[in-house]
């Protein structure tokens, strides 16, 4: 399950990233895009995220995942097409062989929630 591996990956990039922050504020959720032709199962990442991330900076972040579809262009037909993955790959009109992939190899943290540090007053006494 290489989901686990991945998971322990993001926790790494998202710690330095957290560690780097003034105050190392409490981290809601951390948005990630998956597409469709990494082989990563959605599923299976957010099991392994829950997991690991018990106990620590990120025990109550939540992981939301975005699914982008893989989506081909077809230079012969000028048409863009969605391949059946692990079933068809060539273009359904022309049969030509997939060469062009435009959206579905994404695996990338798009951004990080995170609160606001309270603000602390001062006051005389």
């Keep these: 399950m290489h989901e686990t591996d991945m998971t322990k990956a993001l926790i790494l990039t998202v710690h330095d990233w957290w560690q780097a ?73 022309c049969q030509a062989p997939l060469e062009d992939i435009r959206s579905g190899r994404e695996l990338k943290i798009d951004r990080v929630e995170y609160a606001e540090a309270a603000a602390v007053s001062q006051g005389s006494v």
């Design 21 to 93: 922050q003034p105050g190392q504020p409490a981290i809601e959720k951390v948005h990630l895009t998956v597409g469709q032709f990494t082989c990563v199962e959605p599923v299976s990442l957010q099991f392994a995220f829950d997991v690991q991330t018990k106990g620590t900076f990120l025990d109550k972040a939540e992981l939301v995942i975005r699914e982008t579809p893989l989506i081909a262009f077809c230079h012969p037909c000028q048409t863009e097409y969605r391949p059946e993955i692990g079933w068809q790959y060539a273009c359904p009109h």
